[in-house]
């Protein structure tokens, strides 16, 4: 368990950095075009950027657990309406350290669940009513103890950056191909030279490919905290078996949940879409989650 938890550790960092080195890159491509290949216009361009991006990522961050529970029609429940759910989510918070979140119920028989909330003391977990009818005891403690690493991992903070700097990547790249065809003539004109001609279209290139790329980073994060969280759930609970169990009734649903979007899809335990063509190498590039069936497999291989 242990090694699995440092491995995701590390793979999400690499990303991460590269992630942000990408985002920093794509700053600076930008500022030179703009700014004809002057360097100190380019870092100007990529401070701009940089600040940008985390005014963005502070919004999203404080938004976005109230947003989500909004979109999924999630009530609130008390611990009278659902005792053992709360003595489940109580007894695991106090071995995780943490506060115990509000805990919300989903009016649907869709089988999923999903954590939100911008730190351990504004955290809530939300599982829909099919998931909590079709689970036994221990299948519950291993959903729960994952819901709570993602909130004691930070992911939520983590996927909030990520989701802002994807957002902004697209946002300043439709910018700047919309003033590149449509507002930079005169520009081009002045940069008619071969190296100024190159460096317009090495920028439309990378305004055209890095909203795709960033996307794929932000993807590839979310997979390897799924990871993580898998691991350290069953660290918590010490019974890997209890998860895996869940995973495969999750994974034997083939019933969408009709709140879910695209925008919400990455926070639940598993895909709510149900993409039909999951199997497909391109759509696991895309996709929010690791494939069910190798989760379970590690979590069986930690339980050895």
């Known amino acids: 368990m242990y090694k699995q938890i ?4 590390r793979n999400t960092w690499f990303v991460l950095i590269s992630f ?3 985002f920093l890159g794509v700053g600076y491509v930008f500022g ?3 700014g004809e290949g002057n360097e100190d216009a380019a870092i100007g361009i990529m401070g701009v950027f940089g600040i940008g991006a985390m005014i963005y990522a502070a919004i999203s961050y404080y938004s976005a657990g109230k947003l989500t529970l909004a979109i999924a029609h999630a009530k609130e429940i008390k611990k009278r309406e659902q005792p053992e759910l709360y003595r489940v989510v109580e007894n695991l918070s106090i071995a995780g350290g943490v506060p115990t979140p509000k805990i919300y119920l989903i009016d649907d028989t869709a089988l999923n669940a999903f954590a939100t909330g911008r730190d351990p003391r504004h955290a809530a977990v939300a599982i829909t009513k099919g998931l909590l009818d079709k689970l036994e005891k ?13 909130v004691k991992n930070y992911d939520i903070r983590l996927q909030s950056i990520t989701v802002a700097l994807v957002g902004l990547i697209a946002l300043v790249s439709d910018i700047f191909l919309r003033s590149m065809f449509y507002g930079r003539r005169s520009r081009r004109s002045r940069s008619s030279g071969k190296g100024g001609a190159i460096l317009i279209l090495v920028g439309v290139v990378l305004a055209i490919l890095s909203p795709i790329i960033a996307k794929i980073m932000h993807l590839a994060i979310s997979r390897e905290r799924e990871f993580l969280a898998d691991a350290s759930g069953s660290l918590l609970t010490r019974h890997p078996e209890g998860l895996a169990k869940a995973l495969e009734k999750i994974s034997h649903d083939r019933e969408p ?3 879910a979007n695209k925008a919400t899809a990455h926070l639940y335990i598993e895909n709510p879409l149900r993409n039909a063509h999951a199997g497909k190498w391109l759509n696991k590039m895309f996709s929010t989650h690791p494939p069910v069936q190798e989760r379970i497999a590690r979590l069986r291989h930690m339980g050895n």
Do not use: D
């Open 32 to 34: 030179l075009v703009y």
């Open 257 to 259: 949940l009709e709140v």
């Open 6 to 9: 440092s491995a995701n550790k």
């Open 20 to 22: 942000i080195t990408f």
């Open 138 to 150: 221990s299948e519950l403690e291993g959903v729960m103890a994952h819901e709570l690493s993602h």
